[in-house]
């Protein structure tokens, strides 16, 4: 199930650049980018890369079961909530949509609190951080 992790966030990445460069496009013109979609355009990065980071981690702490279905649907539930809650609130403007940036954001707060109670209930030799069998690169 870190599938959906790792998708998600070069899905993410993708997004964000994508829109980055519709801020370049913006800013060639001579306009200025408004702070909305920049704000979208950072939090959609950083979610993203953490998202793949994610797609390592539970696997490596061995998160499992209700505990691994949680942290899966928090965490992509916000990656994407927050930024779409600001660029659809503000850039569209549906106001009524931004208050649910708390929503999302509480969604990744909980997550990530999961993450932290397996990472400080797990024994060590249970973590996955012991060796793995393979003989690093040599390059």
């Given at each position: 199930m870190t599938k959906p992790f790792k998708v998600s966030g070069f899905v993410g990445l993708a997004v964000m650049m994508a829109v980055g460069l519709h801020q370049a496009m913006i800013l060639a013109?001579?306009?200025?980018v408004p702070r909305w979609m920049i704000g979208g355009h950072a939090h959609l990065g950083v979610l993203s890369i953490l998202a793949i980071v994610m797609g390592f981690a539970v696997p490596a702490l061995e998160v499992t079961g209700t505990l691994r279905t949680a942290?899966?649907?928090?965490?992509?539930?916000?990656q994407w909530g927050v930024p779409g809650a600001?660029?659809?609130g503000e850039?569209?403007?549906?106001?009524?949509?931004?208050?649910?940036t708390l929503l999302?954001?509480?969604?990744?707060?909980?997550?990530?609190?999961?993450?932290?109670?397996?990472?400080?209930?797990?024994d060590?030799?249970?973590s996955g951080s012991g060796p793995t069998g393979v003989?690093?690169?040599d390059d």
């Open positions: 013109g001579g306009d200025a942290v899966t649907g928090l965490f992509i539930a916000g600001v660029w659809l850039g569209l403007g549906l106001a009524f949509l931004v208050p649910t999302w954001g509480s969604a990744l707060i909980v997550a990530m609190l999961i993450m932290a109670y397996v990472a400080a209930t797990r060590a030799t249970g003989a690093p690169a």
